[in-house]
């Protein structure tokens, strides 16, 4: 089982969105664990292209064409992580999780929420240049106990900052939990803006909220 990791792992390297949906589908197939598929496949190869483009070793359209990849990847395997979520019975937590305003980037809010929903949470994705207080307007409708905010640009971390300050003016901070995270932020910048939460990758954001949520 673990040559698909490795094989899925290489195809998001290649950037190769055809083999990527086919092994893809072949895990759906097989009944092969979705939620090792994406850790231990998709994410460990866009992983490695992040390390290759620090690096100065790949160029911009590499990074693209491995992101567009994994896109392809997430868009299959969300769905059966879904389904292993709901099999889990009540959900440990709600959380409402978009990217902020002005800010497009969608992969690292993707494989947090596909964490989450394979850890039992109900994720409510808002999806990407969202506003401060349409995050909180959807919180306040599902009863959400966490906000996720990501960011993956310097120029719309402060955007973390405006939903909680959002909550602070409108007397509802006590109300939710704000998790950040995304590239430029970390737990100085949580601890600065007054953030609940700050996690580095999806899996410590999952330990975070349990361990927050006492679940």
Known sequence: MNEI?????????????DIVEELSQKVI???????DAVQLGLIKGIEVVG????AGEVFLPDVMMSAEAMKVGLGLLEPEIAKLGMSQGEAKGKIVLGTVEGDIHDIGKNITGAMF???????????TDIKAEDF???AQEVGADIIGASALLTTTMSAQKGIIDYLKEHNLRDQFKVFIGGGPTSQAYADEIGADGWAESADEAVA????????
Request: no cysteine; charged share 35%.
């Open 5 to 17: 990791f490795e094989e899925l792992k290489q195809a998001i390297i290649d950037g190769d969105e």
């Open 136 to 138: 909180v307007l959807k």
């Open 208 to 215: 975070l909220a349990d361990r927050m949520l006492g679940k």
């Open 51 to 54: 390390e290759l483009w620090k």
């Open 29 to 35: 197939a097989e009944s092969i664990n979705p939620v």
């Open 117 to 127: 929903t394979a850890a039992g949470y109900k994720v409510f994705d808002v999806g």
